[in-house]
């Protein structure tokens, strides 16, 4: 085989490999074949002290690709710091996918490392699908310690909807309402302007009943706004 086919085929097996990346959900290249399909905006995230990290698992994170500065209409977070008028200043979206709130909070010095002022907290969705939220309100608890001692103050928020375990994430929320309440910590409300009344995730607001669409990220991105405003 000549050098030109022997080029020829290299890039062809390069190419089809890269193909075949895009169909494998978690891979760079399909990850960031969802960001620049959910793209909303280039985001600067700011380095100086006193800005809004988000803590979290695959809801805050959406597409968004840590790598890379581009803001994502699936993300609440980042469709918060695409906005114009918005009353938080962007330092950074620290959320992964699948974690569960132990692992979230492994990731604290992560979120802190902007200086913020504030940290949004979502934890607890990985726990409930895993069938492990014994350990829950002790780990958020352990979150905002680290949290406060950190220089920042956390804002919790409660689960979005879910179509697979609706039961499980209602009861998680109602103790986490309770923690909140006697912690004196701040609890946004994600699971009601989301909802149906069966506690699955109403029309539009999610494309695969775990995660908001975009339409679900802009409502939980007015949920942050009204409160941090």
């Known amino acids: 085989m ?8 290299v890039v062809a097996v390069v190419v089809v490999a890269l193909a075949a990346s895009v169909l494998v959900r978690g891979t760079p290249t399909r990850r960031l074949a969802e960001a620049v399909a959910h ?9 100086e002290p006193g800005g809004t990290v988000a803590l979290g698992d695959s809801i805050t994170a959406g597409s968004h690709v840590a790598a890379l500065d581009i803001g994502v209409d699936d993300s609440y977070f980042d469709v918060l710091g695409c906005r114009e008028d918005s009353p938080v200043t ?3 979206n620290a959320g992964v996918s699948g ?8 990731r604290v010095p992560e979120a802190l490392a902007p200086r913020p002022a504030t940290v949004l907290v979502l934890a607890g969705t990985n726990d409930v699908r895993q069938g492990r ?3 829950t309100i002790d780990t958020l608890t352990r979150i905002a310690e680290k949290v406060e ?5 956390p804002v919790f928020a409660t689960l979005p909807p879910s179509a697979e375990f609706p ?10 309402r309770v923690w909140a309440d006697e912690r004196g910590v701040e609890l946004l409300d994600f699971w009601t302007p989301l909802a149906d009344p069966d506690g699955t995730f109403a029309e539009g607001m999610s494309d ?5 669409s975009p339409e679900g990220a802009e409502v939980l991105a007015d949920v942050v706004a009204d409160a941090l405003g």
Request: hydrophobic fraction near 30%; glycine fraction near 14%; include cysteine.
């Open 2 to 9: 000549g050098r030109g086919r022997v080029v020829l085929a």
């Open 167 to 176: 039961d499980e994430t209602v009861a998680l929320n109602e103790r986490l």
């Open 149 to 153: 001692s950190g220089g920042a103050t």
């Open 133 to 135: 939220t014994d350990g």
């Open 208 to 212: 695969d009943g775990t995660h908001p």
């Open 90 to 92: 962007y330092s950074g």
């Open 39 to 47: 793209f909303e905006c280039f985001l600067s995230p700011s380095d």
């Open 99 to 106: 974690e569960r709130s132990d692992e979230i909070l492994a």
